[in-house]
């Protein structure tokens, strides 16, 4: 997963993990046993790759942290068969309906996350290299995948707008709500301050993400770079919408 540990520590896809400071490791389940209790403490994973195998050093991280958290480094396992269910025409708009509704709760408490633990979150905010990564990934697993992919950036940039920060539209819903209560306009001064302000924070905001989406891929190429030199290369694998 793009900016997790495993990702900046330079693991790649079809890497097997043969053990979690020097306890091994021989099924998947064993693995989140193995970096419990691990959350923000270096551990030593020794991968195989190619026949080959190496050490790498990650710090597994949990939103909540505390030291009994569950540890992650941002993997998943391999996919080994997938099934399709399919529905009518009227069931599927009502599964859509219910999937959006469910959606925007879920970005607004990922935006909260990012907010509250930006150490562990931050790595999640993506411009458009980050979406980029995020789109080959999921239409490299299918049409099914990557349109879910588009309609959750629909959905997050839906719920972003409607938050009320100038210069969106819910600063300028909670503007109107605020001349309501008031039931007085607002003077242009304010409105024009206010209007700066916003575009100081999206400016701000959108030079960070940008910065953050560079940083991101340069700190994936310097692991790479240190890591076994005869592993072939292979393109970034993002995140799977929610």
């Known amino acids: 997963m793009t900016g997790m540990p495993a990702y900046k520590a330079g693991l790649r896809e ?26 923000d403490r270096e551990v030593t994973l020794l991968v195989e790759r190619n026949g080959s195998t190496f050490g790498v050093r990650v710090k597994p991280i949990n939103a909540e942290g505390g030291p009994g958290k569950n540890g992650m480094i941002g993997i998943e396992p391999p996919r080994h068969g997938t099934f399709i269910e399919r529905s009518g ?3 599927s708009i009502r599964l859509g309906f219910m999937a959006t509704l469910g959606l925007v709760p879920a970005v607004y408490h990922q935006m909260w996350l990012t907010v509250s633990h930006p150490i562990y979150y931050r790595e999640y ?35 972003f707008n409607l938050l009320p920060l100038p210069v969106l539209d819910g ?21 024009l301050r206010f209007q700066k302000a916003g575009l100081v924070m999206v400016g701000a905001l959108f030079v960070f993400i940008l910065a953050n989406d560079f940083n991101r891929l340069f700190q994936r190429q310097r692991a790479l770079d ?15 919408p929610p």
């Open 125 to 159: 905010l993506g411009g458009p290299i980050f979406i980029a990564q995020a789109a080959s990934e999921q239409a490299r697993r299918g049409l099914d995948s990557w349109l879910q992919l588009l309609a959750w950036i629909n959905v997050a940039i839906m719920a």
């Open 226 to 240: 240190h890591g076994p030199r005869s592993a072939p290369r292979e393109s970034p694998v993002a995140p799977s």
């Open 89 to 91: 025409f009227v069931e």
């Open 14 to 39: 079809s890497d097997r993990i043969v053990s979690v400071n020097a306890q091994p490791i021989q099924t998947w389940e064993q693995l989140p046993t193995a970096l419990r209790g691990q959350v």
């Open 171 to 191: 600063g300028h819903i909670a503007l109107a709500l605020a001349e309501a209560i008031r039931r007085h306009a607002i003077s242009a001064k304010t409105y």
